[in-house]
């Protein structure tokens, strides 16, 4: 079946968020005069990565993950400093950092000439909108939907009932969503009833067994895959 509404997720899928989260925490902490050590990046990296995902369960708010993620962060490195300060900091550096993966804009070109694409993310709306400005991607979309906006996560129903709400039921059929995250992307796609595209290239492991319509290794496969 050919599928002509592409729904892409953001960070990870198209956007390099490892890169732009180490860069952003350096600079943030070097401003607050805080040193540095590259081994705050695995620190931070773990504590957020286990917030977004009680984000998404529905075990946090996203103002309750700004708030806990600096202290929680600072408390596991040993530091004493304004945290609140830090998050302000750390959220003004990400939404200046637009660093696209390597295959991002020579697919979401060849795609968009053909296809209906858009952004469905869970990341804050200000971020989001500011990166795909800064990468000059924002013409290869026909809408974005940002958790933040809509009031609900992806996987949550809800997130993907009111995008089919703007694009019309009739688009579940013809609709993919393409992301990096199982448990995010993957399983809201499904409870959406709609296909799924897991890109994965780094080959991790499906140990849930989520069901995948198509698992890809570069984006670029689906240029060939759509054609």
Request: charged share 25%; hydrophobic share 40%; glycine share 8%.
């Amino acid at each position: 079946m050919e599928y002509d509404v592409l729904l892409f997720d953001a960070d990870d899928t198209l956007f390099d968020f490892g890169k732009a989260m180490r860069t952003s925490l350096q600079k943030s902490m070097e401003a607050m005069g805080i040193p540095f050590r590259a081994e705050y990046c695995t620190v931070y990296e773990t504590l957020n990565g286990a917030l977004w995902r009680q984000l998404e369960q529905g075990m946090l708010t996203k103002e309750e993950l700004k708030k806990r993620r600096m202290a929680e962060f600072f408390a596991e490195i040993g530091v004493t400093a304004d945290a609140g300060r830090m998050q302000e900091l750390y959220q003004q550096q990400l939404n200046g950092s637009a660093f696209l993966l390597p295959e991002a804009r020579e697919v979401l070109s060849a795609l968009s000439a053909e296809k209906s694409c858009y952004i469905v993310t869970n990341g804050f709306a200000e971020t989001q909108r500011g990166r795909l400005k800064l990468a000059g991607i924002e013409g290869f979309f026909k809408g974005l939907f940002i958790s933040e906006e809509i009031g609900a996560q992806k996987p949550n129903k809800k997130f993907f009932d009111a995008v089919f709400s703007v694009l019309g039921e009739a688009a579940r059929e013809r609709a993919m969503i393409i992301g990096d995250s199982l448990t995010s992307d993957i399983l809201g796609g499904n409870q959406a009833g709609i296909a799924t595209c897991w890109y994965n290239p780094k080959q991790k492991e499906n140990p849930q067994k989520i069901p995948v319509t198509k698992e890809i290794r570069s984006l670029t496969e689906l240029i060939a895959w759509q054609a």
